[in-house]
T-cell receptor, first 110, second 111 residues
Framework: EAQVTQNPRYLITVTGKKLTVTCSQN?????MSWYRQDPGLGLRQIYY???????DKGDVPEGYKVSRKEKRNFPLILESPSPNQTSLYFC?????????FGEGSRLTVL | GENVEQHPSTLSVQEGDSAVIKCTYS??????FPWYKQELGKRPQLIID?????GEKKDQRIAVTLNKTAKHFSLHITETQPEDSAVYFC??????????FGTGTRLQVFP
């Protein structure tokens, strides 16, 4: 089954404790992206990747890192999480058009 | 860069009525305009999209119209049903550039 898989789905952590949200897709898509969703602000892009070893900042990259060592994986790294990074995070992938989203990861930073 | 504005932020309609959601974009080079539906607690999913060489596209009860001159596009849902209740996002993109989303419209369909 074609899918985008994110883990963890839910996480409560504390300020400053490094965490990684994994994202994996099995559709051989070149394009992958991370979004955060906050009430009233819609879907804001954090980082995106057009292909392996190619990553670019989106609209809200501060406080996040990504890597794209393999085509299927695109992890999101929060080196030192802060409460303003409490949000719902979506990973997505695409070939040329439609974005396929993962199920989302709800992160709470205390 | 591209900026997408979406209105209204909330919309309530009676079952069977029509619903219209409007978006405007700023980059005249944008050529791809998808609409995503996000049901409560779920991921966004594509429901319809349109490219700049087409003015209108229909799929059963939903349609999208595009006015390139005015730089706006709209989602039309006819004969609304309770299962249409969700948040709808418009988006715009040029070629292989990043997709920019609107802020979303929460549609409630009352029986």
């Amino acid at each position: 089954e074609a899918q985008v898989t994110q883990n963890p789905r839910y996480l409560i952590t504390v300020t400053g404790k490094k965490l990684t949200v994994t994202c994996s897709q099995n559709m051989n898509h070149e394009y992958m992206s991370w979004y955060r969703q906050d009430p009233g602000l819609g879907l804001r892009q954090i980082y995106y990747s057009m292909n392996v070893e190619v990553t670019d900042k989106g609209d809200v990259p501060e406080g996040y890192k990504v890597s794209r060592k393999e085509k299927r994986n695109f992890p999101l790294i929060l080196e030192s999480p802060s409460p303003n990074q409490t949000s719902l995070y979506f990973c997505a992938s695409s070939l040329l058009g439609e974005l396929f989203f993962g199920e989302g990861s709800r992160l709470t930073v205390l | 860069g591209e900026n997408v504005e979406q209105h209204p932020s909330t919309l309530s309609v009676q079952e069977g009525d029509s619903a219209v959601i409007k978006c405007t974009y700023s980059d005249s080079a944008s050529n791809y305009f998808p609409w995503y539906k996000q049901e409560l607690g779920k991921r966004p999913q594509l429901i319809i999209d349109i490219r700049s060489n087409v003015g209108e596209k229909k799929d059963q009860r939903i349609a999208v119209t595009l006015n390139k001159t005015a730089k706006h596009f709209s989602l039309h849902i006819t004969e609304t049903q309770p299962e249409d209740s969700a948040v709808y996002f418009c988006a715009a993109r040029r070629w292989t550039d990043k997709l920019i989303f609107g802020t979303g419209t929460r549609l409630q369909v009352f029986p």
